[in-house]
């Protein structure tokens, strides 16, 4: 499986491979230097005027009310921008750093993906930036959130903590206040660098108090890959909103859902009982509330992003490590990550706040197995939880797994769910198969 998705990784839902697009052809003419990934969060305290002192941050904000007025009142008030001024390349230097490589290594002498989950988010949040960048002003006025993780493939079973690690991404689509940004990571091997993920983000810009949309600057088309790129952004916008409105949350499931549901609760009755009530499990199979592992964060001002909550990167590496572990537990055995799919943040966290995340495996086919992480927020001496986020994570194992089966209604729309997600993820893989060959 790996063999085959190394083939295609670039692609991005079907279309030609962006690292190509980047290093080829678009973005012959940058003029913008490499610099390392330490330096991202340093840019981005200059950009906002954030104090790196959690004492000053009351002060900070306060300074940030008087950006207010530098917001244009409308997107025709601002120039255009092209995709090449928003484009950096960044260097993770852990081929030449052994005291940075401690910090990504695991136990099994591979990257933790979780800190390149925090890397690829606050590289998004600098590429929204530098696609707003005002000249005639030092600090910005705009306030830069990442609303959605649309998706991250990968393509590479492991990454090697010993070689350096290049990202390079730049805005690809706008609408009046919102922005998708491709990223593409590569690892340098023999003195090439070989492509390890495709990741596609969506920032919306607010105004410098976070408190209301902003305007930002629409986009030159230059190329047919431009245009291509641009489209591609215009079909993802389409796809979440008819994913949202036929969410399991909204509709019922499809007929053949239903179908699929209601026999697999029918394999689960005991044959010598004439009751729905007694149920038993078929053959290598798991209750799927069976697989459940959850953990507890208190939000310290340690992770806290540039505008004083809880950094985005931050909370989908807590999400990610306990749903590897999820899917470890499950099988036994150590599981390889596919995909990230449809990471909505859906509300911040500040700080302070108690972090509740909760894992459980919701569906598997073969050796894959989909996992789904919810986090909800509380103050300490309040009873009032609020979901903030839910992830959804592709794992590939190498060896057949059992299958998850639901007891109850809701973990039936869970599953379904899952199986969407899985779905979704293993046809783009397969359409970009096709598009290589």
Known sequence: MWRVATRFCGLNKGRANLGKILGQETFNNRT???FPMKEVRNKLRDIVGIST???DHVKTMEERKLLHSLLPKNQKDLPP???????????????????LREKYLTVFNSVRF?????DLDSLGVLICYTHTKMDSVQMSPFSIVTALVDKIDLCKKVISPECDIKFTGHVSWVGKTSMEVKMHMCQLHDTVYHPVLDATFVMVARDSENKGPAFINPLILESPEEEELFKQGELNKGKRIVSSTASLLKMAPTTEERNAVHDMFLNTLDPRSISFQSRILPPDSVW???TKLKSLHICH??????????????????????????????????????????IMFQSPVEIGSLLFLSSQVCFTEK??????????????????????????FTFFVEKDVPLVIPKTYGDSMLYLDGQRHFMSTMHQKTVGKNIIQ
């Open 32 to 34: 913008k230097g490499t």
């Open 53 to 55: 002192h959690w004492s």
């Open 81 to 99: 921008k092209r995709m090449k001024d928003s484009y950096l390349e960044v260097i993770l230097p852990l081929g030449t750093q052994p005291l």
């Open 114 to 118: 979780g800190r390149i989950l925090e």
């Open 288 to 290: 799927m509330e069976d």
């Open 301 to 342: 001002p340690e992770e806290r992003n540039i505008f004083n909550r809880i950094f985005g990167g931050f909370l989908m590496r807590k999400a990610f490590e306990l749903g590897w572990a999820t899917a470890c537990n499950f099988v036994g055995t150590r599981p390889f990550l596919v995909a990230v799919d449809d």
């Open 367 to 392: 050796n894959h197995i989909q996992v789904r992480v919810h986090s909800e927020v509380s103050f300490p001496g309040s009873k009032e939880h609020k979901t903030t986020n839910v992830f959804h």
